[in-house]
């Protein structure tokens, strides 16, 4: 999986554009700084995003590609992150370290999504938030419309509010929706999608 990646990221130019996703965008502010934990991060553009905004932040990302590209981003926009070039699998986070996680088109395999999503949430504080964007499953229409888009083709891999509200059930619900959106991201999120997103704070115990 690394090497598909890292044959994405190998181009000068970056793959989904340097400018953050527009969730993440409108949404981060809305949250006083802290430590944020970017999964799969790819080039850096949220991580790189969230630095600006005076979070520190800890990225990862299966590509060395990638973390190249980001720290590339990082020293272009003056700010610094440290970013984990791995397999979540094999990654170990203390836990409750992190006052946020973004998880942005963070598509995971379809055994390992729940199990990673519980491992995320180890590493969330209480009263840590969680700012999810991804394409759901209605997404395979759009994809199947307009392969510019993006996304996984395995709808196992895409999300449903059900599986959100599943993996994430010790949450505050702050935003769970499904909608359409026009993504101009690069050149591989390009056109109309469907997607998933959900912010969430997790409850003290």
Request: glycine letters at 8%; a negative charge; charged letters at 30%.
């Amino acid at each position: 999986m690394n090497q598909k990646w890292d044959e994405r990221y190998s181009d000068q130019e970056f793959a989904y554009g340097k400018m953050p996703n527009l969730f993440f965008k409108e949404w981060l502010p809305s949250f006083s700084p802290g430590t944020i934990l970017m999964a799969a991060d790819g080039e850096g553009r949220n991580g790189v995003f969230a630095a600006a905004q005076g979070w520190n932040v800890t990225s990862f990302d299966l590509s060395k590609e990638g973390q190249s590209k980001a720290l590339q981003l990082a020293r272009e926009q003056q700010v610094t992150l440290e970013y984990i070039v791995g397999d979540l699998e094999q990654l170990s986070f203390e836990k409750e370290t992190f006052d946020a996680i973004g998880l942005i088109y963070a598509h995971f395999d379809a055994e390992k999504k729940s199990l990673f999503h519980r491992k995320l949430d180890s590493c969330l504080k209480a009263g840590g938030i969680i700012l999810l964007e991804a394409f759901s499953k209605k997404h395979l229409h759009f994809n199947s419309a307009d392969p510019r888009i993006g996304g996984p083709k395995d709808i196992d891999m895409l999300y449903s509010r059900e599986e959100i509200q599943a993996d994430f059930e010790n949450y505050e619900i702050l935003l769970l929706e499904e909608t359409q959106v026009t993504l101009n991201e690069g050149k591989y999120h390009i056109g109309e999608g469907a997607v998933v997103r959900f912010i969430g704070r997790k409850k003290r115990v």
